[in-house]
C-alpha cells in the first residue's frame, strides 16, 4: 500500500467511526423519544384531565392536580423570574457595560446557569420552607425562578446589545431620556430575541424535577392554595414510575409524554419566533 | 426622576444575581456547621452512613458521583466528538439541519425521563447482560451519559466551527484528507473550546439528580463493583432530604449540598473561564 493509498484508508475508517458514532447517538435518542411516544400515547386518554390523583388500581384516576399544580408552579416563576432577568439583562447591556461589576454578574449568573439545580432546591428548603413551617408552592416558584433568572438575564443582555448604537443615539438627539430611549427603541428593537429567551427560560424549568422535590413537594389531589405543597408534573412523574403499581406507572409515561410536549414546543416556538424575527 | 427608578430597578435585578449566589453559600455553609463540627475531615472521608446511630460519613456518596460521571464522560465523550465531527465536517446541510435540530430538541426533554426510561428499559438490559440487580454506577453511568450526549455534542460542534474556512482550504489544497484536516486543522484550531465544552458538560453531569435517580439504588456503601447499587450526592439529598429528622442529619446533608456546589462551581467555573475564554481570544 502507498501511503497515498494508506493516507485514504485511514481517511475512511476515522470518517466511518465519526458517522457510526453519530448513528449510534440518534439510535439511542430516538429509541427514548419512540418508548415515549407509545408509552405516552397508550397510556392518554380523557380520564387524565378530569380526574385528579387516586389511589392505586381505582379507575378514575388522572393528572388534573399535577397539570394545573405545575401551570400554577411555573407561572409563578415566570412572574418572578422573568421580570428580574430582563431589568438585570437591561443593567449588564444599558447600563453595566463593560464595567467591572458587570463582567462579574456575568461571570456569576454564567456559573449559576449550569449549577447542580438541587442545590438550589436544598437552599430553598433553608430559607422559605424552614421558616414557613411547611411546603408550600411559593418555595417551589422562587426555586425556579432562581433557576430561570441567569438564562433570562444572559439573554436580554445578548439580545439588546445587538440593537445597534446608532439607533439609540437617535432617539436621545430627540431628547428621549434613557428609560424611555430603552423602552420605546432598545426594547421594541430586541423584542423577538427578549420573546425566544423567555420561551426557553420556561420550557428549562418547566422540566426542573430535582428542585421541587423538598420545596413544593408533592401532593396526590387537586389544590390551587399557594401556602400548601403543590403537586407538579415532574415530581408525579418520579413517583408514579417509582411505584410498583403498573396504572401508576402509566400515568407516570402519560404524564411525561404531556410534559415533554409541553415543552418541546416551547422551544420549537422560541425558535421560530427568532427565525421571523430575522427574517424581517 | 423615572430614569432614575428605572436605573435602580436594573441595577437592584442585577445586584440580585451576586446576594443570591453569596446566599446560597452562605446559608449552605452556615447549616452544615454542624456536621462539620461534629465530624471533622470524617465527614469526606468515612462512608459509615446511618442516621438511626447519627453517623454520617459521605464518601460513599462523594465517589458515587465522582466515578459515575467518570462514566459518563468516558462513554459519552468518544460519541460526542465523533457526532460533533459529523456534523460539522461530514454531513450535507439537509442532513446536518435534521441531525442539528434532533440533537437540540433532545437536549431539552427533561431528565427525570431520560431517568425512567433508563430505570424501565436499560436496567433490565443491564441485569440480563450482566446479572445483579442492574441499577448501580454502571446503568448511572449510561444513562447519564446518553443525557449529556446532545448538549455536549452540540457545544462541541460550535467549538469545531470556529475553525475558519480559509485554514481548512489551504490544507486540503496541500493534499490533506478530510481526516488530516480534522486531525491537524480542527482540533489543534479549537482544542481550547472542545476541551471547554467537555468539561462544561462534565460540570452538568455532576450536579444531574434525576436522571441517575431511579437507577443508583440510594445505598451507603463503597461499590465493591460498578454493577453494584451505591449513592452519589444527588441521589441522596433527592431520597433523604424530606425524611431527615435530627438536625445533625439535615445539617449532614446540607453538607453534602456545599459539597456538590462547590465541586461543579471549580469545574464550571474551569471550563468557562479558563479553557473558553481562551477559546475567544485565540
Known amino acids: 500500500m502507498t501511503a497515498v493509498q494508506k493516507r485514504i484508508f485511514i481517511n475512511k475508517i476515522a470518517l466511518g467511526f465519526s458517522t457510526l458514532s453519530a448513528i449510534i447517538a440518534l439510535a439511542f435518542l430516538f429509541w427514548i423519544l419512540g418508548v415515549l411516544v407509545m408509552k405516552g400515547m397508550s397510556a392518554l386518554n380523557w380520564n387524565i384531565f378530569i380526574y385528579e390523583g387516586a389511589p392505586p388500581g381505582y379507575d378514575q384516576s388522572g393528572l388534573k392536580h399535577a397539570l394545573v399544580g405545575q401551570l400554577i408552579l411555573v407561572g409563578l416563576a415566570t412572574g418572578i423570574g422573568v421580570p428580574l432577568g430582563i431589568l438585570a439583562g437591561t443593567y449588564l447591556s444599558e447600563y453595566g457595560k463593560n464595567s467591572k461589576l458587570a463582567h462579574t454578574i456575568r461571570d456569576i449568573s454564567d456559573i449559576m446557569m449550569s449549577a447542580p439545580s438541587i442545590v438550589i432546591g436544598a437552599f430553598v428548603y433553608a430559607v422559605v420552607v424552614m421558616p414557613m413551617g411547611h411546603f408550600s408552592a411559593w418555595a417551589g416558584a422562587i426555586a425556579l425562578a432562581i433557576i430561570m433568572i441567569p438564562i433570562i438575564l444572559r439573554t436580554t443582555d445578548d439580545m439588546l446589545q445587538l440593537v445597534p448604537g446608532t439607533l439609540r443615539e437617535a432617539a436621545f438627539a430627540l431628547g428621549a431620556p434613557k428609560y424611555k430611549v430603552i423602552k420605546d427603541v432598545v426594547y421594541r428593537g430586541a423584542k423577538a430575541g427578549i420573546l425566544t429567551g423567555v420561551l426557553l427560560g420556561i420550557a428549562r424549568v418547566g422540566g426542573e424535577t430535582a428542585p421541587l422535590l423538598f420545596t413544593s413537594f408533592n401532593d396526590n389531589f387537586f389544590t390551587t392554595d399557594l401556602n400548601a405543597a403543590m403537586p407538579s408534573l415532574t415530581v408525579t412523574i418520579f413517583n408514579y414510575a417509582i411505584s410498583p403499581y403498573e396504572d401508576w406507572q402509566q400515568l407516570g409515561w402519560a404524564a411525561a409524554f404531556i410534559l415533554s410536549m409541553f415543552i418541546l414546543g416551547l422551544n420549537i416556538l422560541g425558535r421560530i419566533i427568532l427565525f421571523a424575527g430575522k427574517g424581517k | ?282
Open chain 2, 1 to 282: 426622576m423615572i430614569d432614575k427608578i428605572f436605573f435602580n430597578f436594573t441595577r437592584f435585578s442585577a445586584l440580585l444575581i451576586l446576594v443570591i449566589v453569596a446566599w446560597i453559600f452562605v446559608v449552605l455553609f452556615n447549616h452544615s456547621l454542624e456536621a462539620m463540627h461534629t465530624f471533622g475531615l470524617d465527614f469526606i472521608t468515612k462512608d459509615e452512613w446511618a442516621p438511626n446511630l447519627n453517623k454520617f460519613g459521605a464518601y460513599a456518596a462523594i465517589l458515587g458521583s465522582v466515578i459515575s460521571t467518570t462514566l459518563a464522560m468516558l462513554l459519552a465523550v468518544p460519541v460526542a466528538i465523533g457526532v460533533a465531527i459529523f456534523l460539522s465536517e461530514i454531513a450535507h446541510d439537509k442532513v446536518k439541519s435534521f441531525f442539528g435540530i434532533s440533537v437540540e430538541l433532545l437536549a431539552a426533554i427533561p431528565s427525570v425521563i431520560y431517568g425512567m426510561w433508563g430505570l424501565f428499559y436499560f436496567v433490565p438490559i443491564i441485569r440480563d447482560i450482566f446479572g445483579g440487580m442492574g441499577i448501580g454506577l454502571l446503568a448511572a453511568g449510561i444513562v447519564l451519559a446518553i443525557m449529556i450526549l446532545p448538549f455536549m455534542a452540540a457545544v462541541t460542534r460550535d467549538a469545531m466551527n470556529t475553525t475558519p474556512d480559509i485554514l481548512k482550504e489551504s490544507a486540503y489544497a496541500l493534499g490533506g484528507t478530510q481526516w488530516d484536516v480534522i486531525k491537524d486543522v480542527i482540533i489543534p484550531y479549537a482544542k481550547a473550546g472542545i476541551i471547554g465544552s467537555l468539561i462544561l458538560a462534565l460540570g452538568r453531569a455532576i450536579g444531574e439528580t434525576m436522571a441517575v435517580t431511579f437507577v443508583m439504588g440510594n445505598v451507603h456503601h463503597v461499590p465493591g463493583s460498578i454493577l453494584d447499587p451505591t449513592t452519589s450526592i444527588p441521589v441522596t439529598l433527592a431520597n433523604e432530604f424530606t425524611e431527615a429528622d435530627s438536625s445533625l442529619y439535615f445539617s449532614s446533608l446540607f453538607g453534602l449540598a456545599l459539597t456538590l456546589l462547590i465541586m461543579s462551581f471549580i469545574v464550571i467555573a474551569i471550563a468557562k473561564f479558563y479553557f473558553l475564554r481562551k477559546a475567544r481570544r485565540a
